[in-house]
């Protein structure tokens, strides 16, 4: 007699069943390794399951557990045939189900916590007041906002920087890109490309501060050069996954945008912080925030918020310079990547794409794509938005976005990548059709988890 399911225990007894072959029956050597059945998702009726493993033991050469984990993932859906006879015989199952093999994606994130959790003990976070010594300390003072910077990463480094330079500090920000129209207000003769300053700086210099990023690796070529050469180094940041790896730190994954740092060093460093410098730490917040819409939001953020008002900043003003100085182009593109929207797994996720034709058709420039993503997911129903867009180098450039329950840095860290569980992203060199079929892939096993 078929056994009873409705008490939602199938995959329990599916990971039995698997669990057992791997310990008895199972000769391929690839599955020599310490594998555990750590979770088996599947529908009430059986005909389908995602199994979800992970390869135990010591992690010393990455490479090598990678090869690992893939080995084992073959070997497995190698063996899919025999595993699913033997759990339609054991189960008493009519009909065999579909299965779907995963590594554990969840307990990779949790190790990568727990590495993270012990970095923090070899290098010190620091404190607002302590940062603000060293920079009192300092004269040469370089800051890099990551590669293609967005208004969290520009109106920090430039808020910081304006303060800085109010003190007679020799201070540039360091871009190497050309600045978004919507966000050039926020310069002040402050922003200079890594090849204008780098001459002056051939024996070094005193400061390079990382701001809205950890890894010198998201800068261009020029600035990464640049930034070797400073005699100390600082990070200012908010994502989850930075690490504290410089002679000065201040990470806090629970502020809504680095410019929430900003702001309480500024606070600290100076007995008022100018109307220019509030006007970009105050860009730094609501672009990050989604004007304030985003989980990420704050009852902190609303009173920093609060506080740069009262030094003299206008919302309309800030807001009109950003979000209402759109080009013709940009709704012209946007027309173009919206007829590329395909929907899945009943609306729950919008995918589109733009290519470098799509752009000179219609004479669009990288600003021009700013939004797209945001706007993938304010659709009704659409729990995770994927924008890819190509770039002139020929990668493939990815924007996450998602509402309530989907881990968008989880996604984002399987390919490489990082960010926040509701905006997140990562660069790959994988053709878009290819990296397109792969993120298909893992949201449907994301998907299935529920």
């Keep these: 007699m078929r056994k009873n399911f409705r008490d939602g225990r199938v995959g329990g007894e599916i990971q039995k069943v698997i669990s057992e072959l791997l310990r008895n029956e199972l000769k391929d050597k690839r599955l020599s390794a310490m594998i555990s059945i750590t979770d088996v998702k599947a529908t009430k ?10 390869v135990l033991g010591e992690r010393v050469d990455h490479d090598a ?8 993932l073959e070997a497995l859906n190698g063996a899919k045939g025999l595993i699913r006879g033997r759990i339609c015989q054991e189960l008493q199952l009519r ?12 307990l990779e994130y949790g190790r990568h916590i727990e590495s ?15 940062i603000a010594d060293v920079l009192d300390e300092q004269e040469t003072i370089l800051l890099f906002p990551h590669k293609s910077p967005d208004g969290d990463a520009l109106g920090s480094s430039c808020g910081l920087a304006f303060v800085l330079r109010e003190l007679d500090k020799h201070v540039h920000v360091i871009v190497d890109e050309s600045v978004p129209v919507a966000l050039q207000f926020l310069d002040n003769g402050l922003i200079l490309k890594s090849s204008d300053v780098s001459r002056h700086f051939q024996d070094g210099y005193d400061l390079a501060i990382l701001i809205d990023n950890a890894e010198p690796t998201r800068l261009p070529d ?18 989850i996954t930075s690490t504290p790896a410089y002679d000065y730190n201040l990470i806090d994954s ?4 680095t410019a929430e740092i900003i702001y309480d060093i500024l606070a600290e460093y100076v007995e008022e912080i100018p109307e220019k410098a509030a006007e970009a730490v105050y860009a730094g917040i609501v ?7 985003y989980a990420n939001t704050t009852p902190r953020t609303m009173e920093i918020a609060c506080e740069l008002l009262k030094l003299g900043v206008s919302p309309s003003d800030v807001s009109k310079r950003i979000y209402q100085s759109n080009s013709p182009a940009k709704l012209k593109i946007e027309g173009l990547v919206f007829d590329t929207i395909e929907y899945l797994y009943s609306n729950m996720c919008a995918i589109a794409y733009m290519t470098q034709d799509m752009m000179r058709s219609v004479g669009a420039i990288d600003e021009d794509t700013e939004g797209i993503s945001e706007a993938l997911r304010s659709v009704r129903g659409v729990e995770l938005a994927i924008f890819l867009r190509e770039t002139e180098e020929g990668k493939v450039k990815i924007s996450m976005r998602s509402q309530d329950f989907f881990d968008a840095s989880q ?3 399987h390919f490489g990548g990082g960010g926040h569980k509701r905006a997140a992203g990562f660069i790959t060199s994988k053709p878009l059709e290819e990296i397109i079929a792969l993120l298909k892939e893992q949201v449907s096993a994301r998907i299935h988890e529920r």
């Design 116 to 130: 993270v959790i012990r970095d923090i003990h070899d290098k010190e976070t620091m404190s607002f007041e302590k």
């Design 45 to 54: 009726d059986a005909s389908f399951a995602t199994v979800y493993f992970t």
């Design 411 to 413: 996604l984002a860290s």
């Design 65 to 72: 557990y990678e090869e690992e984990k893939k080995d084992v």
């Design 254 to 257: 629970t502020r809504a945008a």
């Design 95 to 106: 009909h065999a189900p579909d299965l779907a093999f995963r590594v554990d994606e969840s």
């Design 287 to 293: 672009t990050d925030t989604g004007r304030f819409s």
């Design 222 to 239: 020029g600035a990464k050069e640049l930034f070797s050469k400073a005699s100390k180094t600082m990070c200012i940041d908010h994502h």
